[in-house]
């Protein structure tokens, strides 16, 4: 079960290394699929403590980018669906962590953003592959090492993507 004692930053990660897994093996077009890699890619920036422009985030969200919407054009249920699904919740996670570090209002959608997104990600881990079920396990339990929620750091230290890769692949 998911960890809720990690950090922002540490539950940032973990989602966006599911919506990594779903990204890998896609089946979405290349405009939506690199529509994705980016949100996912700048999501991945907040977490590893770069200055990141909250709103370029939220834009992924509610903006002219908007995965959200991008989304319904795949069956639900589909591979798809669940591909763009997992991108959105992963850096709509991002964005509102990122919104709240600088003290700016994020957008509208995700505003709403929250552990009920956190906890439909989580649960997307069972439409994956057992390998990388079991790459995910090994994530969470690094990240259990490496972000617990710390007082002195409201949104946790960043974390590097490459660490987690490393320590835990």
Known sequence: ???LDLSPRGRAAL???IAEAFLADSQIGAEDLALARNG???AWGWVEGSRVDPDT???YIDGETNIPIRSTAYEKGSR???TLVAAF???GIAALYACEEAGTRPSESVENFGENELTLLYNRIGKLASGDQ???ARYEKYLQTVSRVDAGKAFGSPILRADVLAAAG
């Open 57 to 59: 985030l939220c834009d």
């Open 15 to 17: 989602g966006l290394l």
């Open 40 to 42: 996912v890619a700048g």
């Open 80 to 82: 798809g669906r669940d």
């Open 1 to 3: 079960m998911m960890d």
């Open 134 to 136: 079991a790459k995910l």
């Open 89 to 91: 919740h992963s850096i």
